[in-house]
């Protein structure tokens, strides 16, 4: 089955960076969408970062300058580049993927990122 598994969450002070990779696993083709998608406490989960198979990408302005979102097919990996963070990019982050447009969305379990003032 697909299987997303988060890594690269923990804390750093604003300013620093970090860097977030989602292994996937468990279907044979690409993906025909993966993204990054952030819950703080108390909110509603927000997208960060949408990739489609057919090379579209999108943002949320809320990080754009500061993130990057790239894909290495070969290794069916989905990072997520965070620089220059600040504490408002608190929150649990999470992988998530469909593979066509009409399938379920699988999630990945979450890493927490808190970023110290």
């Known amino acids: 089955q697909v299987r997303l598994v988060e890594s690269g969450g923990g804390s750093v002070p604003a300013g620093g960076s970090l860097r977030l990779s989602c292994a996937a696993s468990?279907?044979?083709?690409?993906?025909?969408?993966m993204g990054w998608f952030r819950q703080s406490p108390g909110k509603e989960r927000e997208a960060v970062a949408h990739?489609?198979?057919?090379?579209?990408?999108s943002i949320a302005d809320s990080v754009k300058g500061r993130f990057t979102a790239s894909l290495d097919g070969a290794k069916n990996t989905l990072y997520l580049q965070m620089n220059t963070l600040k504490p408002e990019d608190t929150a649990v982050y999470y992988c998530?993927?469909?593979?066509?447009?009409?399938?379920?969305?699988?999630w990945g379990q979450g890493t927490q990122v808190t970023v110290s003032s």
């Open positions: 998530a993927a469909k593979l066509s447009r009409y399938s379920d969305i699988y």
């Open positions: 468990g279907f044979t083709s690409s993906a025909y969408y």
């Open positions: 990739l489609y198979a057919d090379g579209t990408t």
